[in-house]
Structure formats: C-alpha cells, structure tokens
C-alpha cells in the first residue's frame, strides 16, 4: 500500500503538467480547428439559439483549406527539411564531441560535459541576437570570408537572412540535445569488444562501424528526436536570422494567430504539426528499441 501510495504521489506532478500543459491546450486547439474566425478575429461563437433551438455553428472549411492549397503542404516539407538538415548537421558535429568527451580522463569529463550545458545559462533570444552580429554584413567573419571569395574571382556572399543562416541557428541551439543523450550511451560500452574486434583483425573503420556505432544507435536516435521535433516548429530563429524565404511553418502558425488571427486555421496547422511531432516521436521510439535489441 505504502509503495503504490508512493508511486500515486511521485506520478501526479507530471500527469497534472501534462494535463494542464499539454491535453487541455489541445483540446481547445482541436475544437477551435472547427469553428469560424470572429468578424474581427479570434473565434465566432460556437452555437446560437434559432427559434428556441441549439445550433451548432462548426464547419470542415478550415481543413479544406488546408488541404487544398499546396503551399501549406509545402511550407511542412521545407521545415521537415530545415529540420532534418539540422538533425544530420547535429549528428556530424556531436558524435565525435560525445566519443571525444567519453573517451576522456574522467577528471575532465565533468568540465567538457559543463562546457556543452553552458550556453544553455544564457537567455535563448540573446544566443540568436549575437549570431546577427556574428553574420552581419559589417562582422569581422563576413568581411573575412567575403575577402577570401573575391580573391577566389567569385562574388561576395551575404550569410544574414539566409536558409544558411537559420541551420546555424537551429544547429547552435540544439547541438547540446544530440551531444548529451550521444555522451550517455557512448560513456556505458565495453571498451573490451573494440579490444576483442582488433585482436580479430578489425581496422579502427571496421570497429567504429561493426562495433561502435550500432552500440550507439539509441543514443543517436534519442538525440535526432530531440533535435527533430523543436527544430520543426522553430519560428524565433528563422524570424531573426532568416529572411522571407526562409519562413517556416511555425512561422506561418504564428502570423495566423497573432497578426492574421484567424485563429480557427492557425488551430488546424497547429494539429498538424502536432501530428506530425507525435508520428515522428513514435517513429524514434520504435527506432531506440530496435537498436537497444539489435
């Protein structure tokens, strides 16, 4: 009794978060999805009373909209590729961080592992802020850079409000959440089955790829969800950094809402988009247990 009494008391913070945070805002979302926008935005009225009668004022139109303008669907497959982009970029970065870092004395490991949370004390805003300076036209690495591509008889690029510019950002941001779960899985192996793979004739390419790195695939998958899923619906990063080709579709989720509002089809978007991070959850959920049987 006492241990279920426990468990009760240990389970509920969470469930009561997810409730509040997360099932209740939905819900509303979900219903707003079906209603129409309000003569000078927000939401019409949900249902009117006609000669004494209930009647429910719910429509589709949102979601024909959706699905019948191809640039909503686009808009989704760019910032899946902004996102998936960011993920591959993560991994290429972090993996060999998180083997560097696991692989170190362990009187270090605690400040290499510091070094990587330590942006995380600083305002996010700020972080993105400074990459505009960084990547201003005026900054010393643009002037740098564009140095050397003249010289090269090419012409000067600008790095500001690009697509390049916003997978900086994404990757900057994220980086530490592909880093940490990596270090995690990285930090547990055996070193004695890469002593047992040499002592088998394997080459050190050999041991990473037969030994190393399907060992270390839940940590790989653990952290691409992590990446993937924020990066998807990033709007403040390619808001600041990009420019208007860069626009994705939590951009357009919050123009809809804030500046649009119509929010009846901002509502619709935004369930989308929820789908989609719960599909792709679920898909890296699948994944992690595959590698952790394999």
Not at 67 to 84: C, H
Not at 243 to 252: A, E, K, P, V, W
Request: with cysteine.
């Amino acid at each position: 009794m006492k241990n279920n009494l426990g468990k009760w008391v240990l389970s509920w913070p969470p469930l009561v978060y997810l409730v509040l945070f997360f099932l209740i805002p939905t819900t509303i979302m979900f219903v707003a999805a079906f209603r129409f926008p309000g003569d000078f935005g927000g939401l019409a009225p949900m249902y009117n009373i006609e000669d004494g009668k209930l009647v429910w004022d719910l429509t589709l139109e949102n979601f024909q909209r959706l699905f019948e303008e191809p640039l909503y669907w686009q808009l989704f497959l760019k910032s899946a590729g902004y996102a998936t982009v960011t993920t591959l970029s993560c991994i290429a970065m972090g993996y060999p961080l998180a083997w560097l870092i696991a692989r170190s004395p362990k009187k270090y490991r605690d400040l290499m592992l510091l070094l990587v949370i330590l942006p995380f004390w600083s305002n996010f805003l700020i972080r993105i802020y400074a990459w505009m300076i960084i990547l201003g036209p005026a900054s010393a690495f643009t002037r740098a850079l564009n140095a050397v591509v003249t010289a090269l008889g090419f012409e000067p690029v600008q790095l500001l409000f690009t697509p390049f510019a916003v997978i900086v950002g994404m990757v900057y941001v994220h980086l530490p959440f592909m880093v940490l779960p990596l270090y995690a899985n990285l930090e547990k192996h055996d070193l004695a089955l890469l002593d047992a793979a040499q002592d088998l004739g394997a080459s050190a390419w050999q041991r990473f790829w037969r030994v190393t790195w399907p060992l270390s695939l839940p940590g790989v998958f653990a952290g691409s969800a992590l990446v993937f899923i924020p990066a998807l619906g990033m709007f403040a990063i390619p808001d600041i950094l990009g420019g208007t080709d860069s626009i994705m579709i939590g951009n357009l989720i919050k123009q809809q809402i804030l500046d649009t509002r119509d929010w009846p089809f901002g509502s619709v978007l935004s369930i989308m988009l929820t789908g989609g991070v719960l599909l792709m959850a679920a898909l890296g959920a699948v994944l992690a247990r595959r590698g952790k049987r394999g």
